[in-house]
């Protein structure tokens, strides 16, 4: 059975500064996703990452997966009060014809304060 | 954003009674998924289909049933709603299983409550 484990599950932190969020997983996998979602909405695509050491960046978010390690992270550079949401990662299990079954973490729930 | 959309958006029902959630999309991509929420187990797959009729368990399956008539819809039903399946149910859409774009977008969500 595939598990999913993020850390931590609640981030507070200042404007201004870095913070990385971790995923482990039990499985290998060949895919990961990173997911946000704001309070009462819908999940938000944000990355997804292919191989070993692959690294995605989009604004102050970047992400990493070490598949020989089963981590991925994400990491914020200079927080923002727009970054506060909840994050989460997700593996895939599947896929040839049967399509990709997630397994999601229980999710990052940041708060960047100012 | 992807063409999909939900309905019900909110639902409020009483245990014992039969529910249908139905995802609807419009980018005639073959894979569908439904996902529940809940606190602290993040989200968790009900049941998938990777085809018109060609549906599968996920991890929580018992309880509900999937089907896919045509290509754009896909309906959840409780066969008989109890109050732990009161949740946040998620509609989600992958156009292959191609590393490259099998990136899977989330429909807006149905909030169920089962009194």
């Known amino acids: 059975e595939l598990k999913v484990e993020q850390n931590p599950l609640f981030l507070s932190m200042q404007e201004g500064k870095n913070y990385t969020i971790y995923c482990n997983y039990s499985t290998t996998s060949d895919r990961l996703y990173w997911y946000r979602q704001d309070p009462g909405k819908s999940l938000e695509s944000l990355f997804v990452?292919?191989?070993?050491?692959a690294v995605k960046q989009e604004g102050r978010l970047m992400a990493s997966l070490d598949t020989k390690a089963r981590l991925s992270t994400l990491h914020i550079t200079a927080a923002v009060h727009d970054l506060s949401a909840t994050y989460f990662c997700a593996v895939a299990l599947g896929g040839k014809t049967s399509g990709s079954r997630l397994t999601f973490g229980e999710g990052t729930q940041l708060t960047v304060n100012p | 954003d992807a063409g999909i959309t939900q309905s019900p958006r909110h639902k409020v029902t009483e245990t014992g009674t039969p529910v249908t959630l139905r995802c609807h999309q419009t980018?005639?991509?073959?894979?569908m998924y439904w996902y529940r929420q809940d606190p602290g187990h993040g989200l968790r797959l009900i049941h998938y289909s990777y085809g018109v009729k060609d549906t599968d368990k996920g991890e929580v399956s018992d309880g509900y049933s999937v089907s896919r008539s045509k290509t754009e819809d896909f309906l959840l039903t409780l066969e008989s709603a109890t109050s732990s399946q009161t949740s946040v149910y998620f509609c989600a859409i992958s156009e292959s299983v191609l590393p490259t774009t099998d990136t899977q977008y989330f429909g807006p969500g149905t909030r169920l409550t089962v009194l």
């Open positions: 990452l292919l191989s070993n050491g």
């Open positions: 980018e005639n991509h073959r894979y």
